[in-house]
């Protein structure tokens, strides 16, 4: 029998992960070993230090040589998955990172694929598309979207000139706030808009102010507006 080819999820949204959990343990020959919900977990549990990552093994069978696999989200509350991303491949060279993102965006895909990851796909991809990512990536291949590596492709072929990014510091995450926050919204509205809990909306803010050295909400849309965020048709 082949073998299993061993999971770890992280991810901050508990649904997300259930689901996703659930399906990768129905695949034959995957198992879901370990989850974390935020990026301070899952640097403990590839530390192998306490029990902060919930799975259904112990959190230091996680550890270099046993997980295959990690399903990275790009965002995660407390920190970015691209850095993430980046520092467990540097510790973990035989460790593989499959992205899976509400973001597709060009520089996203680009960020993820320069911290080391090999394959990104967008959460609304169906099931089947899940498994044949995870199986490609696990065999060592690179893999793409449809709709990523079209555009990939035009790149490749010179149909399309590289498009400014504003505020590459920023995780997508940090960058769609700031866009709604120079729309005049504020942070219920954002919440709202977004799915997210005011609190994390507030926290994103305080986390672009500080990354951009603004001192306030005001200056963060002024700046913001102009490096063409807040304007009609990009929220």
């Not at 020959?29 to 590839?46: C, D, K, M, N, P």
């Not at 994103?204 to 050295?213: E, G, N």
Request: proline share 4%.
């Amino acid at each position: 029998m082949d073998a299993q080819i061993r999971v770890v999820l992280v991810d901050d949204h508990p649904v997300f992960r259930i689901g996703m959990a659930a399906l990768l343990d129905s695949l034959d020959g995957v198992s879901v070993i370990a989850q974390a919900e935020s990026a301070s977990a899952a640097r403990t549990l590839f530390s192998g230090r306490g029990e902060e990552a919930r799975g259904d093994r112990s959190t230091s069978e996680s550890r270099d040589g046993v997980a295959d696999i990690v399903l990275m989200d790009l965002d995660l509350g407390d920190g970015s998955g691209i850095d993430l991303t980046r520092e467990l491949v540097d510790a973990h060279p035989g460790l593989r990172v499959l992205v899976v993102s509400m973001h597709e965006d060009d520089e996203a895909v680009l960020a993820s694929i320069r911290a080391g990851a090999r394959g990104f796909l967008v959460k609304s991809a169906p099931p089947e598309a899940v498994e044949r990512a995870l199986r490609a990536v696990s065999a060592g291949e690179m893999i793409l979207s449809p709709a990523v590596a079209e555009r990939a492709m035009g790149y490749l072929m010179g149909g399309h000139r590289a498009v400014h990014v504003p505020f590459p510091q920023l995780t997508p995450r940090e960058r769609e706030v700031l866009d709604l926050v120079a729309h005049g919204l504020d942070n219920t509205a954002i919440a709202r808009r977004l799915s997210l809990s005011p609190k994390t909306v507030r926290n994103t803010v305080a986390t672009v102010l500080a990354k951009l050295s603004l001192r306030d909400r005001a200056a963060a849309i002024v700046r913001a507006r102009e490096e063409g965020l807040g304007s009609d048709g990009s929220a």
